[in-house]
């Protein structure tokens, strides 16, 4: 129950610059929340308000997201966000925001808004799926906002402040939860359903990201959606028979292509008429496709990870019978996607499986892609291992030929430590894409592990016409 008294900006005011808070901002912090929340003393029963201001003045007692708004130099208004919360009993998938405080003479002027909009952009490069908070019958201006920014009542999260806080009086004081929803889901046909989440404002040049095989979509990480979001409107989904999307392979089979139309689906279902996409591994794949068969779609197109469509026609400088295959390490764990394993087994599966697709070139972090499999198995509601697309029909793609037709900008990015699709793989793609680019990442392998993110992201933004914008 962490609300301000706010208005929704009326006038053209100032957009404040919102930015993580660092200690010298703390005690700013502290006066404006103090100030800022005085005014309900008299609202609250007197057993709980100083119990409830304490809480909210205690602003490093957790590992939420601080945030301030700047102008000129001077902190006018703060938020907390928590991407992961434990304390209010609200579901896998959501993040909470709190201790929202605009300096008095700033309210009506959009702060608290430019507050929530940048909560509700981080919670989305999270990968949070809903945007939750919780606040009171009289703060009436704070209703009004929240409900004009989309977010809706849910009474089934209420909760007792006096509870909260370990107060045993009664009555119950109630403090109402209200949730904005972040992402969606698109049906595709055949029964299909996709989970989508965007990221970045809607005004922004839209950015269409297209997984590998068997991955959802939170394996675009956070930190690289952060930083494309930045410049785009950002779409992340799960494909077909992974994460939250409709998983009935078993009953429904479909042909490896059908992934492509899936994606032009996605962009209908959000009203985007074109968009930079870009695809790694499988979705390297799928985005050769898009640019045959929809190339009116693409602003431009971005993939690595990936080898050219079949058929192409011979290139007399690199030859299709010397371009090297997978590591035979990957075949033989490969061999074992099906197996069944616990989820303690499964996760240590997975993370020796990203060991493998990071290379030999950069260190490889074992907690960052333990902890992003743990993030996957909680945002798919199992640790069980996709295998659909291993057994998907294979057959139109050998469309290589067709390449040669291609006039839509496009990047290759080469890979050199990928242990999938070595060297010189990308650059046998680039020479069959008439115009096509071809920018190296070092030490970039199969994996995106975070000392690869800003490189990748830089070269993706030069070539969408972001970088540095």
């Known amino acids: 129950m962490d609300k301000l008294p706010v208005d929704i900006a009326t006038a053209e005011q100032p957009t404040p610059t919102i930015t993580e808070a660092v200690p010298e901002h703390h005690a700013a912090i502290r006066q404006l929340l103090g100030d800022a929340y005085a005014g309900y003393a008299a609202a609250m029963p007197a057993d709980v308000f100083p119990v409830y201001l304490a809480d909210l003045l205690d602003i490093t007692a957790d590992d939420a997201t601080l945030l301030v708004a700047v102008e000129d130099g001077v902190v006018v208004g703060t938020a907390r966000l928590h991407l992961r919360p434990t304390s209010v009993g609200l579901p896998a998938g959501a993040a909470y925001v709190r201790g929202v405080a605009v300096r008095r003479d ?4 959009g702060v608290a808004r430019a507050l929530m909009t940048s909560c509700t952009d981080r919670a989305r490069a999270a990968g949070a799926d809903s945007m939750w908070l919780h606040t009171a019958a009289f703060m009436r201006p704070a209703i009004r906002l929240y409900e004009g920014l989309g977010y809706r009542r849910v009474p089934a999260y209420d909760t007792d402040s006096r509870r909260h806080y370990g107060l045993l009086s009664d009555p119950p004081l109630h403090a109402f939860a ?6 969606g889901f698109v049906d595709v046909g055949d029964g299909y359903r996709l989970w989508v989440q965007t990221a970045g404002a809607e005004d922004l040049p839209p950015m269409l990201l297209i997984m590998g095989a068997n ?11 952060a930083r494309l979001a930045q410049h785009h409107r950002v779409v992340r989904y799960d494909h ?5 999307s409709t998983r009935a392979f078993a009953e429904r089979p479909y042909a490896i292509r059908a992934l492509a139309d899936d994606a032009v689906a996605v962009l209908d279902a959000l009203g985007i008429e074109r968009a930079h996409v870009v695809g790694m591994s499988l979705g390297g794949t799928l985005v050769q496709l898009l640019l045959l068969d929809h190339p009116e779609r693409l ?20 030859h299709d019978e010397d371009l090297p295959g997978p590591d035979p390490r990957l075949l033989a764990l490969w061999a074992e996607l099906g197996e069944e394993r616990d989820a303690a087994a499964e996760s240590e599966w997975r993370v020796e499986h990203w060991r493998l697709l990071n290379g030999a070139v950069l260190p490889f972090d074992a ?3 333990r902890h992003l499999e743990e993030r996957v198995a909680e945002h798919s509601g199992t640790w069980a291992n996709p295998a659909a697309h291993a057994l998907a029909d294979q057959s139109g793609l050998e469309r290589g030929a067709e390449l040669a037709r291609v006039r839509v900008p496009t990047l290759v990015v080469d890979a050199p430590a990928d242990p999938v699709v070595p060297a010189p793989h990308a650059a046998r793609l680039a020479r069959a894409i008439p115009g096509a680019r071809l920018v190296a990442v070092d030490g970039l392998g199969h994996a995106l592990g975070r000392p690869v993110l800003k490189p990748l992201a830089d070269a993706i933004l030069e070539h969408t016409g972001s970088e540095g914008r």
């Open 106 to 109: 700033r309210l009506g002027t």
């Open 178 to 183: 209200y949730r904005l929803d972040l992402a």
């Open 215 to 225: 991955a959802s979509g939170l394996g675009w990480p956070d930190e690289l959606v």
């Open 240 to 244: 077909r028979d992974t994460g939250r």
């Open 299 to 318: 602003l431009s197109a971005t993939l690595w990870g990936t080898s050219v469509l079949g058929g192409a026609p011979p290139d007399p400088e690199i």
């Open 367 to 369: 907690d960052e892609f």
